[in-house]
């Protein structure tokens, strides 16, 4: 998964998931382009999201959802997608 650039994922049977690493603690951003579940594990477990909402109209973000990560690897679980392949975007915070 690339940060802060869209990227897509294969859909089989609505789910798709990919891992990743974080190395900077913050509030991330992960956006979708369709209807589905966004969920992020770490050590098999899942995080409790922190916000959630829908992305701008002027977008194909259909669902944005926030996440606190401490640095480590996490793996992006998606379910009850729509499509066959899912765009997305993992946003890092925002330096003020």
């Keep these: 998964m690339a940060m ?3 990227f897509s994922l294969a859909a089989t049977d609505g789910e798709a998931s990919a891992a990743f690493t974080i190395t900077q603690a913050g509030r991330y951003r992960v956006g979708l382009d ?3 579940w966004i969920d992020i594990i770490r050590e098999g477990k899942p995080l409790t ?3 959630h909402g829908h992305g701008p109209n002027c977008t194909t973000i ?3 959802v926030d ?4 640095p480590g690897n996490y793996t992006l679980k998606l379910t009850k997608l729509t499509k066959p392949r899912a765009k997305l975007i993992l ?4 330096k003020e």
Excluded at 67 to 70: A, L, R, V, Y
């Design 62 to 64: 259909r669902k944005i």
């Design 4 to 6: 802060d650039r869209a």
């Design 34 to 36: 369709q209807p589905g």
């Design 49 to 51: 999201s922190v916000a």
């Design 67 to 70: 996440f606190d990560f401490t």
């Design 91 to 94: 946003v890092a915070p925002q």
